[in-house]
């Protein structure tokens, strides 16, 4: 199982040399900065006394970065030297080892994005704007929409390149529309749905479940010619 690790170098090796996954978090910053200054107009910036504009914030950090994985798993199959297809022809890993090296490796350049936004909420935190109790209950379930859209992702690359990022995309919205509207109310401005949540995870688990399927089918086939 420890194998999928060769999976994860190679990918991994790809997304750091790609000049576009730097202009991405470039631009994954600069909205994020522009939030704060649009928040503020007539203030001082980066005032973060206004919870209402961290919430935006949040959400961006929620959104981008996932819909960002999910762009990056659809085309996960052509990543890298080594092509999914010789991985499953011509290695002896396993369907499960190639997904989750692929998987990782995507969850692992989200990660180096998100933090590269931690100093906005470190200073959020010390200048007042929310409480760390409130700000951590949500980022702890960051990882989970994170790992749900680069399974979403990986299955929609399945299909042919555009109908897969139409799907995605038609993904991402009902996912934001289902983010707003799973609230209960604006009381607990950093408030998130559990059964919303727990939904996201189950759709995820099974778009993973049903790439890895195929993954087997195609394993099989390689080894049949």
């Known amino acids: 199982m420890k194998r999928f690790r060769f999976v994860l170098i190679n990918d991994l090796k790809a997304y750091m040399e790609d000049k576009a996954i730097v202009r991405t978090n470039l631009l994954y910053l600069a909205i994020l900065f522009v939030i704060l200054l649009v928040g ?24 981008l970065p996932s819909y960002i994985g999910g762009r990056l798993a659809v085309r996960s199959s052509s990543v890298g030297d080594i092509r999914v ?29 998100f933090s590269s936004s931690l100093p906005l909420l470190i200073l959020c935190y010390f200048i007042g704007g929310v409480s760390l109790k409130a700000s ?29 990022v139409f799907i995605l995309n038609l993904s991402s919205f009902l996912f934001v529309l289902g983010l707003f509207l799973s609230r209960t109310g604006w009381r607990n401005l950093f408030y998130l749905n559990p059964r919303f949540v727990l939904f996201i995870l189950i759709l995820s688990t099974f778009a993973f479940s049903v790439f890895i399927r195929d993954f087997r089918r195609r394993k099989k086939l390689a080894y049949e010619d």
């Not at 001082?44 to 929620?62: C, G, K, M, N, S």
């Not at 949500?138 to 790992?147: A, G, K, Q, R, S």
Request: aromatic residues 20%.
């Open 85 to 113: 297809g010789d991985w499953l022809k011509y290695t002896p890993l396993s369907p499960v080892e190639i997904a989750l090296g692929k998987l990782l490796a995507i969850f692992l350049c989200l990660l180096l994005m």
């Open 40 to 63: 503020w107009p007539g203030g001082a910036p980066f005032d973060f006394q206004r919870p209402y504009v961290f919430l935006a914030i949040t959400y961006a950090q929620i959104i």
């Open 136 to 164: 951590l209950t949500v980022y702890c379930l960051l990882p989970i929409f994170f790992i749900s859209f680069i399974s979403f992702g990986l299955l929609f690359s399945l299909v042919s390149h555009d109908f897969s």
